[in-house]
């Protein structure tokens, strides 16, 4: 069973345009789907939609092989979700909101106490426990919202841009927190962001959306390959030295390879036709990279 899947999804907020066009895609339960693309790409939506908190024009979709649109409560009971429009309440404390939030899933008192204070703690929020909400941070409120949304414990965690707003330190903790979701409780993340660096940290497989359209998907292996996109030697030679067939990049003559393997037998070509290499490196892509040949690639296809 997968946890999320989607049929040639769609939805038109006007009947004219479609925000989203023709989604389908299945996520693996226990992963780290990225859901990559800019604003106004259609991440947002396609939450909605998983959630139930729109009805699509076309198409359908399952989270953990429930209809959103007809089981909303036991969609809404065994998932999390933490979009950027979700508020809580202003005049009630970190704590209260949580506590608040645990007993509406269902959870006994007691059991909302203690889930509320051992995540209050992990996302350093402990000291702030007791202020209400309108006096926290932005950093601070986009944290409790992440707790907000951890809390029932769910199967299935619906993130959308959580790190916004947060200071580097900040977004460490939350992103170590996504990573172990899935490693320690078997978890599946659905993150939507365009910050693709840490996607790529804590993510196994992406899909890649643009203007409501899903362009490509896989782990980043398997994007890399569909794009073209290579791994490159790269070599750092003695000034004014050059290599016929290489580019040069920032003081690095770089080249690609079809093969990792093939990079010992040039390294060892290179320093037999009489250069000094005083670096060698294999120079892989990166999400970031391969993100960008794909959005290219489609714009030029347009």
């Not at 016929?244 to 290179?270: H, S, T, Y």
């Not at 490196?281 to 489609?298: M, N, S």
């Amino acid at each position: 069973m997968y946890a999320i899947s989607a049929k040639n999804l769609t939805k038109s907020y006007d009947g004219k345009t479609n925000a989203l066009n023709d989604l389908t895609l299945t996520v693996p339960q226990g992963s780290v789907f990225g859901f990559l693309g800019p604003n106004g790409a259609g991440k947002t939506t396609t939450v909605k939609l998983f959630t139930g908190l729109l009805k699509p024009t076309q198409g359908e979709c399952t989270v953990l092989d429930l209809h959103p649109v007809k089981n909303p409560c036991d969609v809404h009971r065994l998932c999390g979700v933490m979009t950027e429009t979700a508020r809580m309440y202003g005049q009630l404390t970190g704590m209260q909101n949580l506590l608040f939030f645990a007993q509406t899933a269902g959870m006994s008192r007691d059991a909302g106490n203690e889930r509320a204070a051992e995540l209050l703690k992990q996302l350093d929020l402990w000291d702030a426990r007791d202020k209400q909400l309108s006096e926290y941070s932005t950093g601070m409120a986009q944290r409790l919202s992440l707790a907000r949304a951890l809390v029932n414990r769910p199967q299935v965690l619906f993130l959308d841009e959580p790190t916004n707003g947060l200071d580097p330190e900040s977004a460490q903790t939350v992103n170590s927190m996504i990573a172990a979701l899935a490693d320690n409780t078997g978890t599946t993340v659905f993150l939507c962001t365009h910050q693709l660096r840490y996607a790529q940290d804590i993510c196994d497989s992406y899909g890649i959306i643009d203007k409501g359209r899903l362009i490509a998907g896989g782990n980043l292996e398997t994007l890399c390959s569909d794009i073209g996109c290579r791994v490159k030697a790269g070599f750092r030679l003695s000034e004014g030295d050059s290599l016929e067939g290489f580019d040069a990049d920032n003081g690095w003559w770089q080249a690609e390879l079809q093969r990792e393997e093939d990079m010992p037998k040039l390294l060892k070509k290179v320093i037999e036709s009489g250069h000094d290499v005083f670096e060698a490196r294999l120079i892989k892509p990166t999400l970031e990279d391969v993100y960008f040949e794909y959005v290219e690639h489609q714009e030029v296809a347009e």
